[in-house]
């Protein structure tokens, strides 16, 4: 779900005041971009002058379908996951710096007086892994159990430096450890640091970075992201023996390369 940057949003359609033409309710489904909060609340950003959100104005209920089957040559045995919950709309300041980082083009139209973040308070989901391993997911199986104050509050620091310092660490990141491609002249970029992982992008390219533990401080994130950056050269230097592309330090400068 966090490494998607699209989803089917699906609303009840609402009826016409006043007429019985037999739409209320009808299942409408629309294509949404998609952002996260730390603790893996979904966020989107939505006009009021759009269907979907008259809906959710009428009734919130919602269903949001992630689709992981991309390049595959069976798509029906790849995984999806449909979350249902409620879309209510935030005014939580680092729910629209979280959006805005992730999708950077919506910034030309999120000041219009009409957008406003939603973010949807998940109550179940239903994960289709693969052929014949499918189940359904209660709320705390999908999401962490809060959003850690001491991150939250660092995460700008933190993807300002990590950008400005360590571009060639976000490179490796994306195409050692998240398999994407070397090719492109645009440099990838830090757009967000949660508990599980981070999140990158480049152009309209994103790439996600999963963590092998849970990060909750700013300290933590700091030795986890150099420890990706060895084990991306490591790697790096396996596949290529004598030459191991990245910058000699990792992201968080000399004193911690042996640590």
Known sequence: MRGAGLAALSTALRGDDGQSDGRGGWPYPSLVQVAFDLDGTPLLLL???????????????????????????????????????????????????????????????????DFSVYAVAVERAHLVAGFGRVRWLDRTDLLLPGVPAALAEAEGAILDHMNADHADALRLYATVLAGRSADGAEPWVMTGIDPDGCDLRRSGEMARVDFDHGVENPEDARVTLAGLARQARQRAAGSAPGSAPGAADGPVGSDDRDG
């Open 47 to 113: 006009s009021t002058l759009a269907d979907h959100t008259k809906n959710i104005a009428r009734d919130p209920r919602v269903g949001l379908l992630f689709d992981g089957t991309a390049g595959l040559a069976e798509p029906l045995s790849g995984p999806r996951l449909s979350v249902l919950g409620r879309a209510e709309r935030s005014e939580e300041p680092r729910h629209r710096v979280r959006f805005l980082a992730r999708h950077p083009g919506a910034a030309l139209y999120a000041g219009f007086a």
